[in-house]
């Protein structure tokens, strides 16, 4: 039997991560293209088919006389709703009860709406990076997990979705889709929502597992879905960013960002924000789905937005990371990188933590830019692909080289590792059980 050397096996495993992010692979990885832009979907199913609009043709974006048009549209299932200006205060204050809708949970990727991946459950023992339970599924875990009220809840690429008893380990029921689960799930008012390789949006009763409703895009669904009074905005390989109603998938408006939509959309007081491999980030109204504003980056954005501090944090393959104010769009700092910024970023306490594709952690200041820290994780190749995860002061971040890592937020030393067996491109979720992620080993690891 031959082996196969470390290289081929770093440039094998650096192929399959480049596929699970949705890149071309038949030329370099930095200028690799996508595919062209899939057809205009159809009118939904059991949407409302009242507005023409629904044809796929969408009214012009108003702009003021001379501008150049903004990229992008609307269709719109309601009329748009029109609401006064936001002082800065209010806000930082609206973001803030944002936040803590979801305090002492992770109930979605990154654990809130806003993307900051702070657990925030002032956990009397930390994790010291010892196995507690694994749970194995039938193909690799991308999908990031959401842990609420005692289970675990997680996709995997054996087509199912599963259900997991958070302090034993123990299957409490699967469901199987149409395809691969690399979306993460995200639970609320009793309703579990994922999306699908098949083109889906799935929502089930998370005691059971039953399929409640689906809802159908035009091209497949690895955007981890978000989720706010009573509305999942979610985007598609279709370049859409859908808003379906909770409760019945009833199609709200959708947005065309022109570009792949494989980040997860972010939520700011009634904005919604959405990045897309068109390179931009787009602000829209979360009530209709009208453009606010739109920033234009120099290269595709994997990188899902994160809300805090009356900021927009992102970054790009056009290797910088940005902060934008998040009511006016206008860049308030930039900081530039060695490689791409793959990955997102997460934030607590006036600091911002991105990984870089230099194999490198960077903890910059939130309202400045300024550098505290960087830290290096080992790779087999140069992209990092899990987005990390806060509680106190620990970060925890999976690598491309199966480790589990978790630093010191103060200066960012490395106080733990633990080894899977294959790379890591789920992220990690935080209970008061510890640190749960999942592998392309095939299993799900609670680490306490």
């Not at 309601?78 to 609206?94: F, G, H, I, S, Y």
């Not at 980040?263 to 009634?270: E, I, K």
């Not at 931009?280 to 954005?301: E, M, P, R, Y």
């Not at 590792?417 to 890591?424: S, V």
Request: aromatic share 8%; proline share 6%; with cysteine.
């Amino acid at each position: 039997m031959t082996t196969q050397s470390p290289i081929l096996s770093g440039f094998a495993a650096g192929i399959s991560l480049l596929a699970t992010l949705g890149i071309a692979t038949g030329s370099a990885v930095a200028q690799s293209q996508f595919v062209a832009q899939a057809p205009q979907p159809a009118p939904t199913k059991g949407a409302a088919v009242t507005k023409a609009s629904l044809d796929g043709k969408a009214a012009p974006v108003p702009t003021s006389p001379g501008a150049k048009p903004l990229q992008g549209q609307a269709v719109h299932i309601a009329e748009p709703e029109v609401k006064p200006a936001m002082t800065n205060d209010q806000v930082l204050k609206a973001s803030t009860s944002l936040v803590g809708k979801f305090k002492g949970s992770w109930m979605m990727f990154l654990q809130n709406p806003c993307h900051t991946g702070c657990a925030a459950l002032e956990m009397t023992a930390m994790p010291q990076g010892r196995l507690h339970w694994s749970f194995p599924a039938e193909g690799p875990i991308d999908s990031s997990p959401a842990i609420y009220k005692g289970v675990v809840y997680v996709g995997s690429d054996d087509f199912n979705l599963y259900a997991v008893d958070e302090h034993t380990g123990s299957m409490l029921w699967h469901t199987k889709l149409g395809d691969k689960v690399k979306s993460s799930p995200a639970i609320a008012e009793g309703i579990l929502v994922v999306g699908c390789e098949d083109k889906k949006l799935y929502a089930l009763d998370p005691r059971t597992g039953k399929i409640l409703w689906t809802f159908d895009a035009a091209d497949r669904i690895s955007s981890s879905p978000a989720v706010n009074d009573g509305v999942i905005y979610v985007g598609s390989w279709d370049n859409y960013l859908y808003a379906v109603d909770l409760k019945t998938g009833t199609l709200k408006w959708k947005f065309n960002t022109e570009g792949r939509i494989t980040s997860s959309p972010a939520l700011g007081p009634d904005l919604v924000l959405v990045s897309s491999h068109s390179g931009s980030v787009f602000a829209l109204n979360s009530h209709d789905g009208t453009l606010v504003w739109q920033c234009k980056t120099g290269g595709k954005i994997f990188s899902s937005p994160l809300v805090m501090s009356g900021l927009v944090y992102f970054g790009g393959w056009d290797k910088t990371f940005y902060a934008i104010d998040l009511e006016t769009g206008h860049t308030r700092w930039k900081f530039h990188g060695v490689e791409s910024f793959s990955i997102s970023p997460v934030g607590t306490n006036n600091k911002v933590f991105v990984g870089n594709d230099d194999l490198k952690m960077y903890c910059l200041e939130a309202l400045t830019g300024k550098l505290l820290w960087k830290t290096g994780l080992n790779s087999p190749v140069p992209l990092l692909t899990s987005s990390p995860a806060l509680e106190g002061n620990m970060l925890y971040v999976g690598s491309s080289d199966a480790n589990v890592y978790a630093l010191d937020t103060r200066n960012g030393a490395i106080k733990w590792k633990y080894k899977t067996q294959r790379p890591i491109v789920s992220s990690p979720a935080i209970s008061v059980s510890g640190v749960c992620v999942g592998s392309q080993d095939g299993n799900l690891y609670s680490l306490n």
